[in-house]
């Protein structure tokens, strides 16, 4: 796996543009931060800001191993596990963010998906032939 990490890096070696790909990066975790950490606050947890990171890191690693479609299951194993068993909480209010942390996270990129598969010239019998 860690190959595979470093890896994954060594296209950034030759590009010209090391500074903006890597701004846009922190950039882009910021904002997933800035997400998950309001939406436990919308939830009513209190979780730190070091929390927050910490179930951010579990569920992007989550995300990496391979699930069923929309990452359902694994998703919210590790969430639950890491309110649970990590941080101590309820696990009724554990299965809820995972829920609305999934939902969040997933359901707005179906609908723009979407809305831009029926403005495109594509169509459905297109893709089955892929």
Same mark, same amino acid.
């Not at 882009?28 to 947890?45: D, E, M, N, R, T």
């Given at each position: 796996?860690?190959?595979?990490? $470093?890896?994954?890096?060594?296209? @950034?070696? #030759?590009?010209?543009?090391?500074?903006?790909?890597?701004?846009? &990066?922190?950039?882009?975790?910021?904002?997933?931060?800035?997400?998950?950490?309001?939406?436990? /606050?919308? $939830?009513?947890? *209190? =979780?730190?800001? !070091? !929390?927050?990171?910490?179930?951010? /890191?579990? &569920? &992007? =690693?989550?995300?990496?191993?391979?699930? %069923?479609?929309?990452?359902?299951? &694994?998703?919210? %194993?590790?969430? +639950?596990?890491?309110?649970?068993?990590?941080?101590?909480?309820? @696990?009724?209010?554990? !299965?809820? @963010?995972? +829920? +609305? @942390?999934?939902?969040?996270?997933?359901?707005?990129?179906?609908?723009?998906?979407?809305?831009?598969?029926? #403005?495109?010239?594509? !169509?459905?019998? *297109?893709?089955?032939? $892929?």
């Amino acid at each position: 796996i860690l190959f595979n990490v $470093v890896n994954g890096f060594s296209p @950034l070696g #030759k590009s010209r543009n090391k500074g903006i790909i890597s701004f846009y &990066t922190v950039y882009l975790w910021i904002i997933y931060f800035a997400c998950v950490y309001l939406i436990v /606050i919308a $939830v009513g947890i *209190e =979780l730190n800001w !070091q !929390q927050v990171g910490l179930l951010l /890191i579990a &569920t &992007t =690693l989550s995300i990496s191993v391979p699930a %069923a479609p929309g990452y359902v299951g &694994t998703y919210h %194993a590790v969430v +639950i596990y890491m309110m649970v068993s990590v941080f101590d909480m309820d @696990l009724a209010i554990s !299965q809820s @963010l995972a +829920i +609305i @942390l999934h939902a969040v996270g997933f359901i707005p990129f179906v609908i723009v998906g979407a809305w831009f598969f029926a #403005k495109s010239s594509v !169509q459905l019998a *297109e893709i089955k032939n $892929v």
